[in-house]
Structure formats: C-alpha cells, structure tokens
C-alpha cells in the first residue's frame, strides 16, 4: 500500500540553525499538506501546497518557514533560523483530488528538536 | 489557540468490551469529519471519515455517529482489542472543495486496552 514517507525521522539542531524536512507524498496525490505537533498537544496545521503554490498557511507559518516541491516527489518545509519553539513533530500528509475522496494520509513524522 | 498541555482524557476497557471516544466540533461549517489513531512516536492513521450528509457510518468494528444538532461526534470500536490502545482525534475540514481540506484537529483521547 503506498504510504507517505519523512526524512529524517529525528533532527537535533542548534537555535539560529537551519532546517529542511523532507516528505515524499503518495505520488498520484496533488494536494500537500504540513502539520506539527508539539509534545502532548494536538496536531496543528501549518500550511497546504498545491499546483506549486501554497493555498493557505496559517499563523504559525511566519516568514521562517518555506515549502517547495522541488521535483516531482519530494516536498519540503524549511525553517531558515530555527527557536526553541519550533521544537515538535513535523508531519506531512498528502490528498488526491477526486469527487468524493478527502482523506489525507500522513506520514510517520519528523521529530525536531531544537537546542 | 487553545492550549491543552499534557493531560489528554484517557478511556480505559477491557479487551473484548465496546469502546465509545466523544469528540464536539466548533464549526457549524464543518462538513467532513475524520478520525485518526495515532500510536506513540507515528503519524496521524487514517480510521473513518463521515461527510455531514450522513449520520452513521460503519466500516469493520468502527462506527462513526455524527450529530449536527449538537455538533458531536462519535466513534465506536467493537471488540476492542489491545491494538486498538492509542490517542484517537476528530478532525473537521470547513468548506469542503473550498478550503483545500485543511484539518482541525480536536485534542486527542487516549484509548488504553486491558487484557
């Protein structure tokens, strides 16, 4: 069954630092997704990506964040100065657009942790 | 946003006993609902969706209740079963086709299952 895949699954990194996490997302899929979860809270959406641009974002993704679809699998978050703050679980999920079809599926996450 | 900490309601069965997670959405809006199972350290997995058309719908030992009146949701396990032990969360999507499918989470419920 395919399933949507993160790199790496834990990133340690120093406050100021940059960061990309990686995602590659069910390859018939064409909507795009980044939601992260601070620890023991509930999962929060960040910003949704689609025909190469984003959709909408919401007011966690500040000017230091990014996304791009670099080709035609992988689809990344940057973090150009990373905080303390931004210590969570990243995941990614991807939807396929068709009538009837909403689920977006998700993948194992990427924990980042920020020193 | 709301902040929910580290306490999640917890839901303890035995194995073998029906299980009965609540979940209330805010948005009269809403018209696609979803649950996920998480299990420690993974992403969001996708359980059962319901569109707002519908009041019940059942897939294997899962049943999903909605009540639009009172903006409830529900999720029914039979038979639950030691696999079943994880945090489950509602999700909403507001304006279905229209918003690109953002979910809102809801806070989690942790399930734990007895033998």
């Known amino acids: 069954e395919p399933e949507v895949t993160q790199t790496p699954s834990h990133q340690v990194t120093q406050m100021g630092q940059e960061v990309i996490l990686r995602c590659v997302p069910i390859?018939?899929?064409?909507?795009f997704y980044w939601y992260r979860q601070i620890l023991g809270q509930k999962v929060e959406f960040l910003v949704s990506?689609?025909?190469?641009?984003?959709?909408?974002k919401s007011e966690i993704f500040d000017d230091q964040f990014s996304v791009e679809r670099p080709d035609g699998s992988n689809f990344t978050l940057k973090i150009r100065s990373t905080k303390l703050e931004d210590s969570a679980m990243y995941f990614c999920?991807?939807?396929?657009?068709?009538?009837?079809?909403?689920?977006?599926?998700f993948g194992p996450g990427t924990r980042l942790t920020v020193l | 946003g709301e902040s929910v900490g580290l306490h999640l309601p917890t839901l303890s069965v035995q194995e073998g006993d029906n299980s009965i997670i609540n979940c209330a959405y805010s948005?009269?809006?809403?018209?696609?609902f979803i649950w996920y199972k998480q299990e420690s350290g993974k992403g969001p997995q996708f359980i059962i969706d319901?569109?707002?058309?519908?009041d019940k719908r059942q897939s294997q030992r899962v049943t999903v209740l909605l009540n639009k009146t009172v903006k409830h949701l529900s999720l029914q396990i039979a038979a639950t079963q030691p696999g079943d032990s994880a945090v489950y969360f509602c999700?909403?999507?507001?304006?279905?086709?229209?918003?690109?499918?953002?979910?809102?989470f809801g806070k989690g419920t942790k399930l734990s299952v007895k033998p």
């Open positions: 999920a991807s939807r396929v657009q068709a009538f009837g079809t909403d689920t977006q599926y």
């Open positions: 390859s018939n899929h064409l909507y």
């Open positions: 990506f689609y025909n190469n641009e984003i959709s909408e």
């Open positions: 948005n009269s809006a809403s018209d696609y």
């Open positions: 319901i569109r707002s058309n519908m």
């Open positions: 999700a909403e999507n507001i304006d279905y086709g229209g918003s690109q499918g953002n979910l809102i």
